[in-house]
């Protein structure tokens, strides 16, 4: 068991975001070697699948010949753009016998949590605060070799605790089977919202809706990853003389959060292929989805670690720890609180705002069309939450205050009214933990007015690892809340503009 010397070698690939938040540990701590796992490895993954696509190949060149002239024109840029991508050589993590506790703590028991052993590798997946109480629900994944000793701890400690999964591993199996007759059943490509799809599929996926729908989408790649991927957005838009109002949607900036990005997909989706249904919806805005801001540690997730957080860029003061937290590295209140300054934490802010080629894509696709937005949404999971501008400081509140949260009162009523699933809703520092440098306070700071983030499903049943079939219901329900939302955003600039 550890003492309370274990806040002097805090977590080096933990989320102890609570912890950074209460005991303020954003100064440096010293790093640990011996508490480094495989993940850090320095090898790229290789992310093509050769098979699938050539499998695909035909039937695109007959019925969607334009859909093949983008990609041939796309791989031929690429080919120039991007070295060959290793095989990995690492073997993948096994996280067989981890189990996942969810607990009540109250806030004076933090130190009760901070005394389990880190080095034996207990995490905390997620902190969510109980309304405006002292107490806390604090969800712990537990090594098979701690599982005893931890729950040694909540007896002593009167902490309620319940067990909600009993081995990670086979989770994360069964998250990762498709059913290969839903899949093969598109003519152009393999996207469907039953199962959790690779990067190519989602790219192929964009490029198929660009070609089909070109009076409405177009795909632009705003960047490269560190491992040199490509960053795609996609642009939905009639067209037309008129200058409309903006909504920006992006996924995936935490490498783990597998629903995000199939969220964004969905949202792009319905805009597109069902966009008759919601005319309005069209009529009104023009929508930017960025669905993968970390393509690099979406791949090592799929490939390697499913748990893997951050982006997979290696600094030369480093080289055994990889990666930055994306969404703590804009350059808005940038490492003022709930980040840390080592390397091999999970809440890395990066050596200086924008270090990271995928955050600053991400801020020069907003800078350039910041006249036009008037909606970031950023998605993320999990624990159900609707947050609001700050994350970086509960003590402060955006001046447009009272419209953010008259909105996100609307989108979360539609969630509820749509699935019965109940997200929570306020500034993000007070409802969840502190994180300076992230993408929300940074979109507000540049004069996105309604600038969101959103935590998606579930509130700790399976967490990270959610079903696969829980991804068309959450995308569903998001949907629903978006078309409430931008009827309460065009309501409040006409006001505006007649006002």
């Not at 506790?101 to 080095?119: G, M, N």
């Not at 070609?211 to 991927?229: C, H, N, W, Y």
Request: hydrophobic share 35%; charged share 20%.
């Amino acid at each position: 068991m550890a003492t309370g010397q274990t806040l002097s070698r805090m977590l080096p690939m933990t989320t102890h975001v609570c912890l950074l938040t209460l005991f303020t540990l954003s100064t440096a701590v010293p790093f640990n070697p011996k508490s480094l796992r495989a993940d850090h490895s320095n090898h790229l993954l290789q992310y093509h699948h050769q098979q699938q696509q050539e499998a695909l190949a035909d039937v695109e060149e007959q019925l969607f010949p334009s859909l093949s002239q983008i990609k041939s024109t796309r791989n031929n840029i690429n080919s120039l753009q991007q070295p060959q991508q290793q095989e990995a050589t690492e073997a993948p993590v096994s996280y067989a016998g981890y189990k996942l506790f969810k607990t009540d703590v109250q806030e004076q028991l933090f130190p009760v949590v901070d005394s389990l052993d880190v080095e034996a590798g207990v995490e905390v997946w997620s902190c969510r605060k109980k309304g405006r109480s002292n107490h806390y629900e604090m969800d712990l994944l537990t090594p098979p070799h701690a599982v005893r000793e931890v729950r040694q701890v909540f007896i002593e400690s009167n902490v309620t605790y319940q067990e909600v999964i009993d081995d990670l591993q086979r989770a994360i199996n069964m998250e990762g089977t498709t059913d290969e007759i839903i899949i093969w059943n598109r003519p152009a490509h393999p996207m469907t919202w039953h199962n959790y799809h690779t990067l190519d599929e989602m790219y192929q996926y964009m490029d198929y809706l660009a070609a089909e729908f070109p009076q409405l989408v177009t795909v632009e790649d705003i960047g490269m990853s560190f491992e040199k991927r490509p960053l795609r957005v996609a642009k939905v838009s009639t067209g037309g003389p008129e200058v409309k109002p903006t909504i920006f949607i992006d996924g995936g900036i935490h490498a783990r959060e597998w629903v995000s990005p199939a969220t964004a997909l969905f949202i792009l989706h319905r805009l597109v292929e069902f966009g008759w249904q919601e005319p309005q919806l069209l009529n009104r805005f023009d929508w930017i989805i960025l669905p993968m801001v970390n393509p690099d540690g979406y791949v090592y997730t799929q490939k390697h670690d499913r748990l893997w957080r951050k982006s997979r860029s290696n600094l030369d003061s480093s080289p055994l720890c990889s990666g930055v937290d994306l969404n703590r590295n804009f350059a808005f209140k940038w490492s003022t609180g709930g980040s840390s300054p080592q390397p091999c934490s999970s809440v890395y802010g990066g050596p200086e705002p924008f270090s990271e080629p995928e955050s600053r894509a991400l801020r020069d696709i907003l800078l350039k069309n910041k006249k036009q937005l008037k909606v970031y949404i950023s998605l993320h999971a999990y624990s159900e939450m609707w947050l609001l501008p700050y994350a970086y400081t509960d003590a402060e509140k955006p001046d447009n205050y009272e419209d953010l949260y008259n909105v996100s009162v609307m989108g979360v009523e539609t969630i509820r009214n749509t699935s019965g699933h109940d997200y929570r809703m306020g500034q993000a520092a007070e409802l969840l933990y502190r994180a300076s440098g992230n993408s929300m306070d940074y979109a507000h700071s540049i004069g996105i007015p309604f600038s969101f983030s959103l935590e998606l499903r579930d509130k700790g049943k399976f967490g990270f690892i959610l079903p696969k079939e829980e991804i068309e219901p959450t995308g569903r329900e998001f949907f629903q809340a978006m078309k409430t939302v931008s009827e309460e955003v065009y309501q409040k600039l006409q006001a505006t503009s007649t006002g």
